[in-house]
């Protein structure tokens, strides 16, 4: 007979303490999550734009439809495979807001069509081409947006000549409905200080604006202009240009977005974190936690540990252990280094701000969400890993 | 009723041509891979040490039994979970190469030792206590190294003193089997230098060996001392001191690896790779392919396009998207540049070696293991996630 493997025990089940917590484990604070989600919802409301979040920072349905719940409109997702688990869950509106590399993720798109509102990007006629094909063949009809580059230079036609290029490719193909441009600027979300990501946001704005107008002066219409994130959106619906607007990170703030200087009427708050342990304190200098790049994107840098003025600082990061090391602190008023704080106790359970919320989401299987000091769920992150 | 949304297709299936295989996909080439463990035991096996491969590089069942059939005597663990897939698939030896930050992880393992070989580490006193209670509990034995740390200055005891009183605390539990020491230094293995790399590397050892003989001067033997890493192995094999050892990436040789010199006796190959396909060319100056730093890990640094010489860059990573640059060429000895190629086209298809493997083994549910240029098998990743 076969040995019988228990399984390992689940990191949190709902209504137990939160310090029971099994760690490393992704943390969502569903106050903090919930005013994040009014505030956007709030000011999107107020501004008569249309929020549609990007699912691509979470891959969990259960934040989508606290996100729809809301007023939100539908969904972002960057890749064909990752609408998947969204729409299963029940979310009918769809937008892929990226290019799809072949014809067989087109030809998915196309099929779940059938059930749902979707829509993607285009900004080559061989992709109009894959997509006229494959709604012929489902029989069914999708939304394309035809995505301008307005200085990010990754994707996306550099102009209204491109996008008129574009028109007439798909003007053969009724069941292809041109809803309007995808005008979004990566390049600017992080830099630091608000004057000059206002300044760079209102550019990239602008140059979305002219196409739009070189547009209509030939009585073509942009039903959508959607774009924006969590470090523009405050300018991005000042702009008066988008329709529609699609920030990821807002809901969940991570330590990258933190470092930027706020907006003065959108500010956001930490509401994910992940849960760790010291497992070693064996060097008496340092203490070592059980979290590291598996549990934690690092590209974005380290992250930070909470509260605010811990008295140590996560400091490096292997696969699975990450140090904690005594924040560098002077005795008030003296400029004479005060004695290092202990590190803290083996066991203890500690909580650290991400670098980065998209690919840290991407990490985890499921994400334990919280009210206060108790489990309120436990949240599958369903679409992680679904990349093609 | 409810709407049936069709799934995704798989990324390959075996008996397909490469060629055709979804991306971005993980990949891995089986006659290098196969030639990396062949060379690796060879080597274990002349100098007469145990080779107990670490699962944390690869997370897949299916490369562990391809090490253990080549004579490896078990694996290394990272994590309590991280055991569990390769228990269930058959492994009956495993060394939990780290400790536990909760007694929760202990009961789990002394549970599973029922029908396994399995150890842990421990430097602390506390952990001792955790083991002998779940073992206890479970009426089960496990075996117990005692992590000292020579040089890398994080987990681990000193010297032999620590090790003494750990054994002290040990003693009066006779399920917990003291099988000697852990003796890993990670902070050397991606020396550039060989010279440097070789003699940090004996530097390390002969710690181990100081920590060893002044054990034996006291009576106490060990049976095994574990350690090492791909990046030290050729020295740790030359050292006498280790009698087993743990590499991981050995297997499948990533960028930052590739970028030591290597050593005069072993060398690797690069077996893994990211399948990726250009997804956009409307810049004209660059391309964009489909695989960022969702589908492999960045903390190391950008991946490298392979073949070697590739007339265009990996050079700057977005979650799920990459941009290749044009290499800069000299036209032969004119010291003139010639002018750049152009990007590749459209669905062109790309090989990139990651600049990490554990993470980025981490990141994919399964790998599409191929030979020449057909896909033989699609191994899942079943310990992908298994951090805790």
Not at 108 to 126: F, M, N, P, Q, T
Not at 313 to 336: K, M, S
Request: with cysteine.
């Amino acid at each position: 007979m076969e040995p019988v493997f228990d399984p390992f025990p689940p990191a949190a089940v709902p209504g137990s303490p939160l310090a029971g917590v099994d760690t490393p484990a992704l943390l969502l604070d569903l106050d903090a999550f919930e005013r994040n989600l009014d505030r956007m919802q709030a000011a999107a409301d107020a501004a008569g734009v249309a929020l549609r979040p990007h699912a691509k920072a979470h891959k969990c349905p259960a934040v989508a439809l606290a996100q729809l719940a809301r007023g939100a409109v539908g969904v972002c997702c960057q890749k064909a495979s990752e609408a998947l688990p969204f729409l299963r869950a029940g979310v009918r509106d769809v937008h892929v807001s990226n290019e799809l590399a072949t014809p067989d993720k087109a030809r998915a798109l196309a099929r779940w069509a059938r059930h749902a509102r979707l829509s993607v990007c285009v900004d080559d006629a061989l992709q109009v081409q894959a997509l006229a094909e494959a709604t012929r063949e489902a029989g069914t009809a999708l939304g394309v947006l035809v995505e301008i580059d307005i200085g990010q230079g990754r994707c996306g036609v550099a102009g209204a000549a491109g996008v008129l290029r574009l028109l007439e490719q798909l003007a053969p193909h009724a069941q292809l409905e041109f809803r309007g441009l995808q005008a979004y600027q990566g390049g600017l979300q992080h830099l630091r200080g608000r004057a000059e990501r206002r300044e760079q946001a209102l550019r990239a704005a602008a140059r979305a604006a002219d196409v739009v107008a070189a547009l209509q002066a030939r009585g073509l219409r942009c039903a959508t202009v959607t774009g924006g994130g969590t470090g523009s959106v405050e300018f991005d619906l000042e702009s008066g240009v988008y329709t529609e607007l699609q920030p990821g990170s807002y809901a969940f703030m991570d330590r990258d977005y933190a470092d930027n200087e706020p907006g003065t009427r959108l500010r956001f708050e930490h509401a994910l974190f992940v849960a760790t342990r010291v497992m070693s304190t064996a060097a008496g200098t340092h203490a070592v936690v059980d979290a590291g790049l598996k549990s934690m994107s690092l590209e974005s840098g380290l992250p930070r540990a909470w509260p605010p003025g811990a008295p140590w600082h996560y400091t490096q990061a292997n696969d699975e252990h990450g140090l904690l090391t005594a924040a560098a602190r002077d005795a008030a008023g003296a400029g004479v280094a005060a004695a290092p704080p202990p590190p803290p106790a083996l066991g203890s359970l500690l909580r650290l701000v991400p670098g980065h919320c998209d690919p840290t989401f991407n990490l985890h299987d499921e994400v334990v969400a919280f009210r206060g000091d108790r489990v309120e769920a436990v949240w599958p992150v369903t679409a992680r890993g679904y990349s093609r």
